[in-house]
């Protein structure tokens, strides 16, 4: 019995140190399988940081974000972040500032979010009874209400030219919730404005102008002529319509006209107020281009830009990027009929000067009301 209990002793301990054997190997194996896995979870984590500590960064030194509205009293709920690579390019597009949601557009990006922009203020109906014969699209900002109500008394109303249809359209993006609700009063009384939900800054100009024209071609693409402007530029209406616009009747399919500039060179330094890096626009030249503070298109010109601007990169020099959408779609801008018809600089006011231009830029508002009521009693001292 003895022996057999010695056996059974050494037969034990085998046991044991088999099953203690079995464990180490299985434990062993658990771990090397798991430390690769753990690794790599944390480079994946470390990457996304990294990620958003970079794009985080760019967005705050030149993004340009848009507050969303669902109503001017409300503001969106943000979304919550997920951290993941997957949901990391929409939480960028969705970063909660100031309590609000807003949105990101690019500076330089792969993305382009050009068209996700929705209108807060809009006018959709303004061409269902008469098709206007030019579309005047005034980019603004909301504190400027004395430039809006001056071009209204002058150069910008509508009924300029007997017996030719014109609409004005201011185009604003978004600031604060009281200067919108300012715009929004304002709208009622004078049906004149389109905004959407971006940020209105200076580098937000590109959006702004691709607004106006996306409005023309959803709401009214039969326009014959639509000028783009802005709300400190005097613009000559009746000479426009009588001396340039008209003469082309029927209008052409494709016509672009304004100030135009050639072989311009991108400002590679980043104090300038055009300030272009190499990796937003890396060619050492700019596509001609007309001036953004007044050019001249036939209305069907506007969806081909709108359409452009889906595989056209984002720039906020606005003149440029329009620049680049014709570019895409083959369309060649065209020379004035005189060099001295759209001004980039401000003309010094004489009724017989003022009468055979376009555009002189850089006016104030009581500068439009003096000059328009001048050349409205000048009208024809100075002959044809």
């Known amino acids: 019995m003895t022996r057999y209990r010695r056996y059974f002793l050494i037969s034990w301990r085998c046991s044991m140190m088999c099953i203690f054997l079995i464990g180490s190997i299985c434990f062993l194996g658990i771990y090397l399988f798991f430390i690769p896995k753990t690794f790599n979870y944390f480079a994946v984590l470390a990457k996304i940081k990294v990620k958003e500590n ?53 500076f330089a990006s792969e993305l382009n979010y050009i068209q996700s922009f929705r209108f807060v203020i809009n006018e959709r109906d303004i061409c269902n009874e008469i098709t206007p014969f030019l579309i005047l699209l005034i980019a603004t900002k909301a504190d400027e209400k004395q430039h809006r109500e001056a071009i209204r008394k002058t150069w ?22 009281e200067q919108n609700e300012a715009l929004l009063r304002e709208s009622s009384q004078y049906h004149d404005i389109i905004q ?22 959803t709401y009214c693409g039969g326009a014959n002529f639509v000028m783009k402007t802005d709300s400190d530029v005097f ?41 272009m890096p190499k990796e937003v626009y890396s060619a050492e030249r700019y596509p001609d281009f007309c001036s953004g503070t007044g050019y001249v298109l036939s209305g069907t010109l506007a969806s081909k830009i709108v359409n452009a601007s889906l595989k056209v990169k984002y720039i906020y020099l606005e003149d440029i990027y329009v620049a680049l959408c ?23 006011f004489s009724p017989c000067t003022y009468n055979r231009l376009i555009t002189s830029h850089g006016i104030y508002p009581n500068e439009q009301i003096t000059y328009w009521e001048t050349l409205q009693s000048n009208k024809y001292v100075c002959g044809k």
């Open 156 to 177: 910008g109303n509508e009924s300029v030219v007997p017996g030719i249809k014109v609409v004005r359209l201011f185009m604003l993006g978004v600031n604060s919730k």
């Open 54 to 106: 970079i794009d985080l960064s760019l967005m705050e030194r030149s993004a340009f974000p848009a507050k969303e509205y669902d109503k001017p009293e409300t503001a969106k709920k943000t979304i919550s972040f997920r951290s993941n690579v997957s949901s990391f390019k929409q939480f960028l597009l969705n970063r909660k500032v100031g309590g609000l949601t807003v949105n990101a557009a690019p």
């Open 196 to 217: 959407q939900d971006f940020l209105d800054t200076y580098k937000n100009l590109t959006l702004k102008t691709i607004m106006g024209l996306k409005w023309v071609a």
């Open 326 to 348: 014709l570019k895409q779609e083959g369309i060649d801008m065209v020379p004035p009929p005189k060099n001295d018809l759209f001004n980039l600089y401000k003309v010094p």
């Open 235 to 275: 613009v000559n209406t009746e000479y426009l319509i009588q001396r340039l616009l008209r003469p082309l009747m029927p209008p052409p399919q494709y016509y672009f006209t304004g100030y135009l500039l050639r072989n311009g060179q991108p400002h590679r330094n980043n104090e300038s107020k055009w300030y």
